[in-house]
């Protein structure tokens, strides 16, 4: 029997009964039954020996007690014993305020390292999982938290006892069984002792027809009296065998009457009710082997500290609302207290103190930060050219008792592929950190930081001379009482290139957003342009450096342009030679497309199903093109209500979209200046796309989704844009300046993979070259090998170098997109901030060329504002609640704060008891063994009342 389940036995009838009255009604009625039971069979057996009225008015008695119990009605229930474990909840925040020093020493770790050391190290999880059902969840800038792990020992341990004690159950024949049948054994007997002495006249002689005297028939050895003690001896037997062995045939259902007396062996039990039911955590887990439950965590990879926000309020809520309160023992809240998005605190606290669930918030970080100054971020351009003058654009934060007035030098030198760190094998630690080998000051700036961890914004401006790679850094000389040298320099990658961008435009007509483009493009130096206008006449005169008539015919006219851009073409006028060019262009020589998407001749694209170059031409495209044709295929034309887009969180990654300084002001442009009007029809976004904005309109949304406006994938080594409506010349009613910047920006960034091409045998890409700390990056390499054919490797490796001078392997694979083979992807996870190098050697010993590209990462502005340690509101969150603060310094041992968390939290667990239906076989069982009682004994009594003469 489950452990958790117990027998019940009670009369059903006895609830029934309501009211003293009815109970002294039935009393008295048992009463009434049984003094007139006994006073007719006293006078019914007057005249018979004692041990024969003994006999016959027990027999009577026993026949109206069955009836009795018959009436108040025996029944068996199997009560659920249900036990609803306590529970504690470990919160760990991972935003990306976590990547801070946990302490004010350099040496000190972050302190999303202390929260895996508390978590993993400590074992913290399996100390609770003792008595609790301990839950991990992670969050930051999510509205819920993410849940992780769900631990309890005593499950598993509750399952192995119970396999054991359903093992032990089997036992022998009962002894009540062995004590019935030898009742029923001596009753038997003595029944036919009895009877013999009966029917052989023993105690009825008589002596010359007379009746004995008195005095010669009293009671000897072998006379009347022997008879009367046997049956008196048989009755008593007969009802306790009966009784004894009714009672376990009875109680033991699931055994026959031969199984219970030892004449069969107990078969199996059936494999389905051998196994154990299912505990209550099994039906919480659905019975999910892929459950947090049943999974092992990998903590390192799990906690990593990358969220844009930490949303204390919302996550804690979360929990409340999915946790029952009175078996929420605690829940336990591993942060550094920012925050900063999402609901306030004050409504989780509410709810936590209506459930009565106290928080203990663990408090990571310093509360008092030291003199610190650090460059948080650095953007430099990717790509300049000589004599071209661009910013070089840094953001200082400094926190302190006072305001500090610092040097910051701007610092420029050749980029020979190594780490930034001093080689000087005799240089220091701060000399390493604050040093680039070959650098040269070119700038230096005095600036005035405030001590309360305000970002304050510096700018350089530099005209670069020389072509090649090279480096820029922006150092602070921080004076003497700088606590961190490591975050007093940060570096950047550029290239200074010479040659012009080979940009070809194609466009279906004459539309603003071509001839905006193609001036803005003929205007500036650094590009080559050609044109072909698909509608234009020959002689006609066109601001480009070449007039094209057709799509280029060979390898070697597509392939010398970096990028092509098609404003809404006429696909019928190009074949399908010239779109395997156009094929062969993105995939193998990493080149760029931008797709213009317009009214006319987008719609066609998939109208003729059958043509075989439809399948071609949407290939192209990062959507899935809509196929109902050009009438039903969605989309506006002629619209007459503008309509600003809705930007994606991929957007904020996109530098062509910052159309000025910053994104912040670059986005408010981007919703004041107007909006658009129309769009084109597509129906999603393809596997391994990013979507970057949708036409806001809502009236304009199918199966809950907006029309997609800008989207982006990688095809093969190639980069493909797609804009849906040839409108962003609007732009310009914010300045002229703003369009530009798109469009040079956008086109620049398609044709990135040619422009930094650094070898004929492949070309390393990643899907963003700035990132936020936490954020995924893509990695993408297409490869060829020295017979210049698609690479077949399994696998190859590249290397990581991090912003600490870490190395990590990188293994890309090959990619299930690319038929053509020799496309390889990975992806890795930015943790800290400051610039990521990721380099792949191809080729063999003789002859290895290298590929490299460059990520620049940051912490958010929310994230930095505030890196004190929110030591107020902590204990606040803790003492509203009645919880217990924990502070947690660089040196606090991770063992004494398991301590104090496992003596506040007790455990509070709730058991109920679920009564369960009666037992049918067991009445069916009853009313069996009280009718052979009934019987037995009315027939006993008739054979003993005809025996002996009586009516």
Same mark, same amino acid.
């Given at each position: 029997?489950?452990?958790?389940?117990?027998?019940?036995?009670?009369?059903?009838?006895?609830?029934?009964?309501? @009211? *003293?009255?009815? *109970?002294?009604?039935?009393?008295?009625?048992?009463?009434?039954?049984?003094?007139?039971?006994?006073?007719?069979?006293?006078?019914?057996?007057?005249?018979?020996?004692?041990?024969?009225?003994?006999?016959?008015?027990?027999?009577?008695?026993?026949?109206?007690?069955?009836?009795?119990?018959?009436?108040?009605?025996?029944?068996?229930? !199997?009560?659920?014993?249900?036990?609803?474990?306590?529970?504690?909840?470990?919160?760990?925040?991972?935003?990306?305020?976590?990547?801070?020093?946990?302490?004010?020493?350099?040496?000190?770790?972050? $302190?999303?390292?202390?929260?895996?050391?508390? %978590?993993?190290?400590?074992?913290?999880?399996?100390?609770?999982?003792?008595?609790?059902?301990?839950?991990?969840?992670?969050?930051?800038?999510?509205?819920?938290?993410?849940?992780?792990?769900?631990?309890?020992?005593?499950?598993?341990? !509750?399952?192995?006892?119970?396999?054991?004690?359903?093992?032990?159950?089997?036992?022998?024949?009962?002894?009540?069984?062995?004590?019935?049948?030898?009742?029923?054994?001596?009753?038997?007997?003595?029944?036919?002792?009895?009877?013999?002495?009966?029917?052989?006249?023993?105690?009825?002689?008589?002596?010359?027809?007379?009746?004995?005297?008195?005095?010669?028939?009293?009671?000897?050895?072998?006379?009347?009296?022997?008879? @009367?003690?046997?049956?008196?001896?048989?009755?008593?037997?007969?009802?306790? &065998?009966?009784?004894?062995?009714?009672?376990?045939?009875?109680?033991?259902?699931?055994?026959?009457?031969?199984?219970?007396?030892?004449?069969?062996?107990?078969?199996?039990?059936?494999?389905?009710?051998?196994?154990?039911?299912?505990?209550?955590?099994?039906?919480?887990?659905?019975?999910?082997?892929?459950?947090? !439950?049943?999974?092992?965590?990998?903590?390192?990879?799990?906690?990593?500290?990358?969220?844009?926000?930490?949303?204390?309020?919302?996550?804690?809520?979360?929990?409340?609302?999915?946790?029952?309160?009175?078996?929420?023992?605690?829940?336990?809240?591993?942060?550094?207290?920012?925050?900063? &998005?999402?609901?306030?605190?004050?409504?989780?606290?509410?709810?936590?103190?209506?459930?009565?669930?106290?928080?203990?918030?663990?408090?990571?970080?310093?509360?008092?930060?030291?003199?610190?100054?650090?460059?948080?971020?650095?953007?430099?351009?990717?790509?300049?050219?000589?004599?071209?003058?661009?910013?070089?654009?840094?953001?200082?934060?400094?926190?302190?008792?006072?305001?500090?007035?610092?040097?910051?030098?701007?610092?420029?030198?050749?980029?020979?592929?190594?780490?930034?760190?001093?080689?000087?094998?005799?240089?220091?630690?701060?000399?390493?950190?604050?040093?680039?080998?070959?650098?040269?000051?070119?700038?230096?700036?005095?600036?005035?930081?405030?001590?309360?961890?305000?970002?304050?914004?510096?700018?350089?401006?530099?005209?670069?001379?020389?072509?090649?790679?090279?480096?820029?850094?922006? +150092?602070?000389?921080?004076?003497?009482?700088?606590?961190?040298?490591?975050?007093?320099?940060?570096?950047?990658?550029?290239?200074?290139?010479?040659?012009?961008?080979?940009?070809?435009?194609?466009?279906?007509?004459?539309?603003?957003?071509?001839?905006? /483009?193609?001036?803005?493009?003929?205007?500036?130096?650094?590009?080559?342009?050609?044109?072909?206008?698909?509608?234009?006449?020959?002689?006609?005169?066109?601001?480009?450096?070449?007039?094209?008539?057709?799509?280029?015919?060979?390898?070697?006219?597509?392939?010398?342009?970096?990028?092509?851009?098609?404003?809404?073409?006429?696909?019928?006028?190009?074949?399908?030679?010239?779109?395997?060019?156009?094929?062969?262009?993105?995939?193998?020589?990493?080149?760029?497309?931008?797709?213009?998407?317009?009214?006319?001749?987008?719609?066609?694209?998939? &109208?003729?199903?059958?043509?075989?170059?439809?399948?071609?031409?949407?290939?192209?495209?990062?959507?899935?093109?809509?196929?109902?044709?050009?009438?039903?295929?969605?989309?506006?034309?002629?619209?007459?209500?503008? *309509?600003?887009?809705?930007?994606?969180?991929?957007?904020?990654?996109?530098?062509?979209?910052?159309?000025?300084?910053?994104?912040?002001?670059?986005?408010?442009?981007?919703?004041?200046?107007?909006?658009?009007?129309?769009?084109?029809?597509?129906?999603?976004?393809?596997?391994?796309?990013?979507?970057?904005?949708?036409?806001?309109?809502?009236?304009?949304? /199918?199966?809950?989704?907006?029309?997609?406006?800008?989207?982006?994938?990688?095809?093969?080594?190639?980069?493909?844009?797609?804009?849906?409506?040839?409108?962003?010349?609007?732009?310009?009613?914010? &300045?002229?300046?703003?369009?530009?910047?798109?469009?040079?920006?956008?086109?620049?960034?398609?044709?990135?993979?040619?422009?930094?091409?650094?070898?004929?045998?492949?070309?390393?890409?990643?899907?963003?070259?700035?990132?936020?700390?936490?954020?995924?990056?893509?990695?993408?390499?297409?490869?060829?090998?020295?017979?210049?054919?698609?690479?077949?490797?399994?696998?190859?490796?590249?290397?990581?170098?991090?912003?600490?001078?870490?190395?990590?392997?990188?293994?890309?694979?090959?990619?299930?997109?690319?038929?053509? @083979?020799?496309?390889?992807?990975?992806?890795?996870? %930015?943790?800290?901030?400051?610039?990521?190098?990721?380099?792949?050697? /191809?080729?063999?010993?003789?002859?290895?060329?290298?590929?490299?590209?460059?990520?620049?990462?940051?912490?958010?502005?929310?994230?930095?504002?505030?890196?004190? +340690?929110?030591?107020?509101?902590?204990?606040?969150?803790?003492?509203?609640?009645?919880?217990?603060?924990?502070?947690?310094?660089?040196?606090?041992?991770?063992?004494?704060?398991?301590?104090?968390?496992?003596?506040?939290?007790?455990?509070?667990?709730?058991?109920?008891?679920?009564?369960?239906?009666?037992?049918?076989?067991?009445?069916?069982?009853?009313?069996?063994?009280?009718?052979?009682?009934?019987?037995?004994?009315?027939?006993?009594?008739?054979? !003993?009342?005809?025996?002996? $003469?009586?009516?």
């Amino acid at each position: 029997m489950n452990p958790s389940e117990q027998v019940v036995y009670e009369f059903a009838r006895a609830s029934s009964l309501d @009211g *003293w009255w009815v *109970w002294a009604a039935v009393v008295l009625g048992l009463a009434v039954a049984y003094s007139a039971c006994i006073f007719y069979y006293k006078r019914d057996v007057g005249e018979l020996r004692r041990p024969v009225r003994w006999t016959l008015i027990g027999l009577r008695l026993v026949a109206v007690t069955a009836l009795v119990f018959l009436f108040f009605d025996l029944v068996r229930r !199997t009560e659920r014993r249900v036990t609803r474990p306590s529970e504690v909840i470990v919160m760990v925040d991972t935003s990306q305020s976590m990547s801070l020093p946990s302490g004010d020493s350099i040496e000190a770790v972050s $302190r999303v390292e202390r929260a895996r050391e508390l %978590v993993a190290v400590s074992e913290l999880v399996e100390s609770f999982a003792k008595e609790h059902r301990t839950s991990v969840y992670l969050f930051d800038q999510a509205t819920e938290p993410w849940l992780v792990q769900t631990k309890f020992e005593q499950e598993v341990a !509750t399952t192995g006892e119970q396999s054991l004690n359903e093992e032990a159950f089997a036992e022998p024949i009962s002894p009540f069984v062995l004590f019935g049948g030898f009742c029923l054994a001596v009753s038997a007997i003595a029944s036919l002792v009895a009877f013999a002495m009966g029917g052989l006249g023993i105690g009825n002689a008589k002596k010359n027809g007379k009746r004995l005297t008195k005095a010669a028939g009293a009671e000897t050895p072998g006379s009347a009296s022997a008879i @009367g003690w046997s049956l008196l001896a048989a009755a008593i037997t007969l009802v306790f &065998g009966i009784v004894s062995i009714g009672g376990v045939y009875a109680v033991h259902t699931d055994r026959s009457l031969a199984q219970l007396i030892g004449l069969e062996t107990a078969g199996e039990p059936d494999s389905a009710e051998s196994q154990p039911a299912p505990s209550e955590s099994d039906l919480d887990s659905d019975g999910d082997p892929e459950s947090p !439950t049943m999974k092992a965590v990998d903590w390192d990879e799990v906690i990593v500290a990358g969220g844009a926000q930490s949303r204390i309020g919302d996550a804690l809520r979360s929990v409340l609302v999915d946790h029952d309160p009175t078996t929420l023992a605690g829940v336990i809240v591993i942060t550094d207290g920012q925050n900063n &998005g999402g609901a306030t605190l004050s409504s989780a606290l509410a709810l936590a103190r209506r459930g009565e669930v106290a928080v203990y918030p663990v408090g990571l970080g310093s509360s008092q930060p030291p003199t610190n100054i650090r460059v948080v971020d650095l953007e430099v351009p990717r790509r300049v050219y000589p004599g071209d003058k661009f910013v070089v654009a840094s953001v200082l934060q400094a926190t302190g008792t006072s305001a500090l007035e610092v040097d910051v030098e701007l610092v420029d030198a050749l980029d020979t592929g190594e780490g930034s760190s001093s080689s000087d094998p005799g240089a220091n630690a701060e000399q390493s950190a604050t040093s680039l080998p070959g650098g040269v000051v070119l700038e230096t700036q005095r600036v005035k930081l405030e001590p309360d961890a305000t970002l304050t914004d510096i700018r350089f401006e530099i005209e670069p001379q020389t072509v090649g790679r090279r480096r820029l850094a922006v +150092r602070v000389v921080a004076p003497a009482e700088d606590r961190n040298a490591a975050d007093n320099m940060q570096t950047a990658r550029y290239e200074v290139v010479a040659r012009k961008l080979q940009v070809l435009a194609i466009a279906g007509g004459p539309t603003r957003e071509y001839r905006f /483009v193609r001036n803005l493009l003929f205007r500036d130096e650094s590009v080559q342009l050609d044109v072909w206008l698909q509608t234009g006449m020959q002689g006609m005169s066109q601001d480009a450096d070449e007039l094209l008539a057709r799509f280029p015919e060979t390898a070697e006219e597509l392939f010398d342009y970096d990028a092509v851009v098609m404003f809404d073409p006429d696909w019928s006028a190009i074949d399908s030679a010239s779109l395997e060019l156009l094929d062969r262009f993105l995939t193998q020589q990493a080149g760029g497309l931008v797709l213009v998407a317009g009214p006319v001749f987008h719609p066609k694209i998939s &109208g003729d199903r059958a043509d075989p170059r439809s399948s071609q031409i949407g290939a192209f495209f990062p959507v899935n093109l809509a196929t109902r044709g050009p009438l039903l295929g969605g989309g506006r034309q002629g619209g007459s209500e503008s *309509w600003p887009l809705k930007f994606t969180p991929e957007s904020s990654q996109a530098e062509f979209l910052w159309v000025a300084d910053s994104s912040e002001e670059s986005f408010e442009i981007w919703q004041e200046f107007g909006g658009f009007y129309d769009y084109v029809g597509v129906k999603s976004a393809k596997p391994g796309a990013k979507v970057y904005a949708y036409f806001s309109d809502p009236t304009t949304e /199918v199966s809950g989704s907006l029309p997609i406006f800008m989207a982006s994938q990688f095809y093969g080594a190639g980069r493909v844009f797609f804009q849906g409506s040839g409108e962003v010349w609007r732009l310009r009613a914010g &300045g002229d300046r703003y369009f530009d910047s798109y469009y040079t920006k956008l086109i620049r960034w398609v044709s990135e993979g040619r422009l930094l091409r650094d070898s004929n045998r492949g070309v390393l890409l990643v899907d963003s070259d700035r990132a936020m700390v936490g954020q995924n990056i893509a990695l993408r390499a297409v490869l060829v090998d020295d017979q210049f054919q698609p690479l077949t490797e399994p696998f190859v490796t590249a290397k990581l170098l991090a912003p600490d001078g870490k190395i990590k392997d990188l293994k890309l694979t090959p990619a299930a997109d690319s038929p053509r @083979g020799g496309t390889y992807t990975g992806n890795f996870v %930015v943790t800290k901030s400051g610039g990521y190098e990721i380099q792949l050697a /191809v080729g063999d010993a003789l002859d290895e060329q290298l590929l490299r590209q460059s990520v620049q990462v940051r912490l958010p502005t929310s994230e930095l504002e505030r890196p004190r +340690r929110a030591d107020d509101e902590l204990l606040n969150l803790a003492s509203t609640t009645r919880g217990e603060y924990v502070p947690v310094d660089e040196t606090t041992p991770m063992s004494d704060v398991k301590a104090t968390l496992s003596e506040a939290i007790v455990p509070q667990s709730q058991v109920t008891l679920l009564a369960g239906t009666p037992d049918s076989a067991f009445t069916l069982r009853r009313n069996a063994v009280l009718m052979w009682l009934i019987a037995s004994v009315l027939t006993f009594e008739w054979v !003993t009342r005809r025996l002996h $003469r009586l009516a």
